[in-house]
């Protein structure tokens, strides 16, 4: 059974930067294309940023584009969602996900298809 957990939300300045992390176990990471997700309150969970399977291609989403930068320690079993330049805007949840792939270059910004998510890690960025 896959399990996520992450870690490394808080309370941030506008301007400031963080860095979640998804500790993954019970499977092998590398056979899965891993996500980012975010809820903000009142708001419907909205997609954030994917990583490859073997991390060679990533998406974002248009909010957090060249702010944002997803990468992937295979080795060590994390992901991680590097956060820079972070406005009030970000606020949310921010939730992980995994989804099993046979296809080594598949990005997803699909939250159906992802079959696994974490419990979430609240980020919070203050004005």
């Known amino acids: 059974q896959v399990q996520l957990v992450e870690s490394g939300g808080g309370l941030v300045q506008a301007g400031g930067s963080l860095r979640l992390s998804c500790a993954f176990s019970?499977?092998?990471?590398?056979?899965?294309?891993m996500g980012w997700f975010r809820q903000a309150p009142g708001k419907e969970r909205e997609f954030a940023a994917a990583?490859?399977?073997?991390?060679?291609?990533?998406s974002y989403a248009d909010s957090v584009k060249g702010r944002f930068t997803i990468s992937r320690d295979n080795a060590g079993n994390t992901v991680y969602l590097q956060m820079n330049s972070l406005k009030p805007e970000d606020t949310a949840v921010y939730y992980c996900?995994?989804?099993?792939?046979?296809?080594?270059?598949?990005?997803?910004?699909?939250?159906?298809?992802?079959?696994?998510w974490g419990q979430g890690t609240q980020v919070t960025v203050s004005s």
């Open positions: 990583i490859s399977r073997s991390g060679g291609r990533t």
């Open positions: 019970g499977r092998t990471l590398s056979t899965y294309g």
């Open positions: 996900a995994g989804r099993l792939t046979y296809l080594s270059s598949s990005v997803s910004s699909t939250h159906g298809e992802y079959d696994y």
